[in-house]
């Protein structure tokens, strides 16, 4: 790797202190009272006051350790969310929240930290919020306890506020035991790798470059995969358009199983 693994260990120490600050700032916004929320498209594509924030520090931190980061092999690339959730963090539902920085170089996610601000927060007032899992392709991921979904049971996991008729048609193909419609593509990549589901399924465009980065690097530090619904990996060069135009597919085991079942209506529909 010509930008060095020394360069790459140091950007994820950074990466993982950055997002645990970015951490206390969303729970800090939630605290004061004002979420700041202006709508980017529509309703249900929301900014608050925390992303703002979170992307200046994330930023305007990394800037400072690494000024040269957009140009180091000329191909290293950092894709940040600064809050994977947003329209469930202004309706209160704080455990789908997450921060993303994602890692990639040569077009391929290599490296991934994502911070989730109100782990355990229902476990009672004096309970120790956040967590910070993280991973590196060939080192492995961090900061949780690996768990599958019991052999046989097929659950899905997919998107709470931006179904369509294509996204029932390919989750109803699976033919699901149990189906979680939940926000944010960090938390459910997260229910994959903590066993609480055992696909995420998203035939849709809508999630972006940020949104995928930083968990797909996790799920494949633990032997999962995840591609768009044409089972084509997803890419990451300064270049690529950030739209994931052709949705999402991932899993942790058995992701023949899935790819197979995906309505060749579904892909007709989705262009790469």
Request: aromatic fraction near 6%; hydrophobic fraction near 40%; charge should be positive.
């Amino acid at each position: 790797m010509a930008c060095g693994h020394t360069v790459l260990m140091r950007l994820v120490a950074s990466a993982y202190a950055v997002a645990q600050k970015a951490g206390m700032i969303v729970r800090r916004v939630i605290a004061e009272g004002d979420l700041g929320i202006v709508e980017k498209t529509c309703a249900t594509d929301l900014q608050t006051k925390a992303d703002r924030l979170v992307q200046m520090s994330i930023c305007s931190s990394l800037a400072r350790k690494f000024p040269k980061l957009t140009i180091i092999g000329e191909e290293l690339v950092v894709w940040v969310d600064p809050l994977d959730g947003t329209k469930e963090y202004t309706e209160g539902l704080l455990d789908n929240v997450t921060v993303l920085i994602g890692i990639a170089y040569e077009g391929k996610a290599i490296a991934g930290v994502i911070n989730q601000p109100y782990y355990n927060y229902q476990a009672g007032p004096d309970a120790v919020l956040g967590r910070t899992i993280w991973g590196v392709l060939g080192l492995g991921a961090f900061g949780f306890q690996l768990k599958e979904v019991p052999a046989g049971k097929h659950i899905i996991t997919t998107t709470r506020s931006h179904s369509n008729q294509l996204v029932m048609d390919c989750v109803t193909a699976m033919n699901p035991d149990d189906v979680l419609r939940v926000g944010g593509a960090g938390n459910k990549i997260i229910q994959l790798i903590e066993g609480k589901a055992s696909a995420y399924v998203f035939a849709s465009p809508g999630c972006k470059k940020w949104d995928t980065c930083a968990p797909e690097v996790i799920l494949h530090a633990v032997g999962g995969k995840l591609t768009d619904i044409h089972g084509n990996a997803l890419q990451y060069n300064k270049e690529v358009k950030h739209m994931n135009s052709a949705g999402v597919l991932a899993t942790l085991r058995n992701y023949d199983y899935y790819a197979s079942r995906v309505p060749q209506s579904v892909k007709n529909a989705l262009v790469p």
